[in-house]
């Protein structure tokens, strides 16, 4: 395994995990979804989104050797915004993220996770043990599945 930090998100963090977001979302969810829909998401994952949603969500990123290579999110009991370097995709920081999540969940007696998953990320959700619930389409973001965990 990779030596992986996972830290809380830090404000100055803003620049370089929009950058991240953008990337994974050009270069990776493209392949599943209208470019529309690609780019409406990459003008609104901007630093300043991220750092007014840091208001309400608990975010961490995933840093390797000082690089920031990975991000989610924690909004009450749903997973946000798992997006991963598409450079470091198999190398496990994706599960990292997400167990990171899962401990501080259950570290505030939250027992049952919820997440919207893109139709790029729903293979990997089951891997981790999220089960789907239903479709929803959404005109903004595309299709995406409701998928929820019991911890």
Do not use: W
């Not at 915004?81 to 997400?98: K, T």
């Amino acid at each position: 395994m990779i030596d992986i930090i996972i830290r809380e998100f830090d404000e100055r963090d803003a620049e370089t995990v929009s950058r991240l977001i953008r990337n994974n979302l050009t270069f990776v969810n493209s392949r599943d979804y209208e470019p529309a829909v690609i780019d409406y998401m990459c003008r609104l994952f901007t630093p300043d989104y991220l750092c007014g949603i840091s208001a309400t969500r608990t975010m961490f990123v995933a840093e390797e050797n000082g690089k920031v290579v990975g991000t989610v999110g924690l909004e009450g009991d749903e997973v946000c915004a798992l997006y991963v370097d598409p450079d470091v995709h198999g190398r496990r920081v994706g599960e990292r993220l997400l167990q990171r999540v899962e401990d501080f969940a259950l570290s505030r007696h939250v027992h049952l996770l919820h997440l919207s998953a893109s139709l790029t990320a729903v293979g990997f959700y089951e891997k981790m043990g999220y089960r789907s619930q239903e479709k929803e389409e959404s005109e903004l973001f595309g299709p995406a599945y409701i998928m929820t965990k019991l911890l």
